[in-house]
């Protein structure tokens, strides 16, 4: 059985190596995912990895390192804490933002993902720190 750590690590790489194909591989092919890209839900997989793609294909020469802090797993459920930074074709870090994401893992495929940040509530602006 796929761990979360392995999903984590499979993930990161697929991120940075920008391959649309092995990040979907992570995913269920009915994953439900409720992301921050300006609809409410994507339902499928089918429906989701145009999203992706685009992502990646907006990136151009630069990449995107991913890490995950304050990851709890309980059976099928996981929550942590993940920061994008877009780098430089030489690393350098050029912006960063950190979203909540929860997972819900079954049979070592993401079923269920759901990613967001605080919003402030004056404002109704989501807030992206990079740390």
Do not use: C, Q
């Not at 999203?51 to 929550?79: I, K, M, Q, Y």
């Not at 942590?80 to 870090?93: C, F, I, K, N, T």
């Amino acid at each position: 059985m796929t761990s979360i750590e392995e999903l984590l690590d499979r993930y990161t790489a697929a991120v940075r190596a920008k391959d649309a194909g092995a990040l979907a591989s992570l995913y269920a092919d009915d994953v439900v995912v409720f992301d921050m890209w300006g609809v409410p839900a994507f339902r499928g997989l089918a429906a989701w990895r145009p999203t992706v793609e685009e992502w990646f294909s907006s990136l151009g020469d630069e990449s995107v390192g991913v890490t995950f802090r304050d990851v709890e797993a309980r059976g099928p459920l996981a929550h942590m804490l993940v920061r994008y930074a877009g780098l430089s074709p030489d690393g350098e870090e050029l912006r960063a933002m950190t979203n909540r994401m929860t997972w819900v893992v079954e049979d070592g495929k993401v079923v269920h993902e759901h990613s967001s940040a605080p919003a402030d509530l004056k404002t109704g602006r989501v807030i992206l720190s990079g740390e």
